[in-house]
Structure formats: C-alpha cells, structure tokens
C-alpha cells in the first residue's frame, strides 16, 4: 500500500438522497471515483474485487475500471470525482498509488459524519465547484487524514495506539464486568461500588476511556449478539430479545432500528448469506 505524500482534490462533488437505485449498472470514469456511503447499501465490482458497501465505507474505483453497482437498500451518500496532489503541492503522479483495496472502512465514524454534514452544506450551497470546491477539499482532506491515521500511515499513530494500549485498569475492570452482565440487567451501582467510585464518576471515566457510557457500551454488546444471532440461526426476534436481555421482539426492533438505520429483520435479508 502506498498512500503517503498523496493528497486527493475534489474535481466534482454530489450528494444523492434516498436512491433507489443506480441508473448505470456499469460505468467507466476517466477520473477517480470515490462512493461515501451515509446509509443504506450497495453490491459493488470493481475489477476483480467485489463486495457490499454501507455506512462507514468508502468505495474508491480507479480511473478507466468498469464499476458494477447494485443498490440494496436505498442510499444516501456522497460520488466524489477527484485527482491527486502532493503534500508539498507538487504535481502527483496517480500512476504510483497504490490503496491495495477498493473499500475503506472507518472505525471513528463520528469524526466522519461531521465531515459529510459540512460537505453536505457546501453541496446545497449551488456555488461554482471554483468556488465550492477548496471548502470541499478541506473535509475530503480530514477524511483521507483519518483514514491513514486508523491505518497507521502517519508518523504519531503508532505513539496514540501505544497509549490506547494502556487503558485505565479501574476502567479495564469495569468493562470486563460491563460484558459478563450484559446480556442481564446491569448494577451500576455495584460495579462502581467494587472500584471505589460514585455511579457519576464511573461513567465519567468510562465514557473518558471508551467514548461511550456503560449503557451505551452495553447496547452495542447486546446488538452485536442481536446481529449475529439474526444472520446464523433462525430465531424469531422475541427468542433473541431473550437471549440479549431485552424485554420483547418489539422492544428489540426499536432499538435495533434506531442504531442500525434497519429493521432486524431487514438486517438478516440483506446479510445473509
């Protein structure tokens, strides 16, 4: 993979609501194309690679590739048309770059939403892309940075997952009985009791540690087994509510669709297998 000293620059930009489907299933650009996926999601080849695209991912398809799309689940997301530069602002040769992928999958997908809210901004603005496109550059360029933070392309990455390796131990603690009593009701209080801490001070600190609060951690461990539950049995939803320590199927659903943008039961038709 080499990506290093590569700046991408916006040639065009559209955000797309609500598709419902392409209206090309093959296309080929003579520009980089890059699909960044907000919700909903999508069947892709490009080249020899194929595979499914949704929130948290980008699709980058090389000049001259046919790329094969076939919505799955209506989209929102962003088709970006770009060219690349240099760092130090000398020309690129595109020729010499290498992503090794044509999906990017990002883990810190709050910094990337507030990126596609600003570019979603710029796209409503109906300016000139001369005058629209530097403000583009500017979030398109975070979002690239980010990207090689989590790959471990920047010089400070590898000091920032050495501290990330070395968490709290009260909070290690705490997340280790967070996940042997998620599956039931949780006693915060208790948990932060065994640590010496208020119940205040408890979720402070976890929050501070992992980004989320102990229920929130929870709800994620709960719809990961809901997630994985869905897609290799054939429970019926009030059977997995039961096992995630939810009170009904209906109760499931809510929270299912309210984190997932989907049903449960939409989540198995379109992952499955």
Not at 240 to 260: E, P, T, V, W
Request: charged content about 20%.
């Amino acid at each position: 993979m080499n990506v290093i000293g590569f700046v991408p620059q916006v040639r065009e930009l559209m955000y797309w609501h609500n598709k419902e489907k392409f209206i090309l299933y093959e296309d080929t650009s003579a520009a980089w194309t890059l699909f960044a996926m907000e919700s909903g999601s999508f069947y892709y080849e490009i080249g020899e690679e194929k595979g499914t695209a949704a929130f948290g991912d980008i699709v980058i398809c090389p000049p001259l590739t046919p790329f094969r799309r076939v919505v799955i689940t209506p989209l929102c997301f962003f088709v970006i048309k770009l060219d690349w530069g240099k760092i130090d602002s000398q020309p690129a040769d595109a020729k010499s770059l290498q992503l090794g992928t044509t999906k990017i999958s990002f883990q810190n997908t709050s910094r990337l939403v507030a990126n596609y809210n600003m570019l979603k901004k710029i796209d409503a603005l109906h300016m000139h892309h001369v005058a629209r496109n530097p403000l583009s550059n500017h979030y398109l360029y975070d979002i690239w940075l980010l990207y090689s933070e989590e790959a471990g392309m920047v010089p400070w990455t590898a000091v920032l997952q050495r501290d990330s390796q070395q968490p709290d131990r009260l909070m290690a603690k705490a997340e280790a009985m967070i996940q042997k009593q998620a599956f039931q009701p949780i006693a915060l209080n208790e948990i932060a009791s065994s640590l010496g801490l208020s119940t205040v001070r408890l979720i402070q600190k976890f929050k501070a540690c992992y980004g989320d609060t102990p229920a929130q951690y929870q709800i994620k461990l709960r719809l990961e087994r809901a997630k994985k539950l869905l897609l290799e049995t054939n429970l019926t939803l009030d059977q997995i509510s039961d096992h995630i320590g939810y009170q009904n199927g209906f109760y499931l659903n809510r929270i299912f669709k309210k984190h997932m943008n989907m049903t449960p039961g939409k989540y198995r038709k379109v992952h499955r297998v």
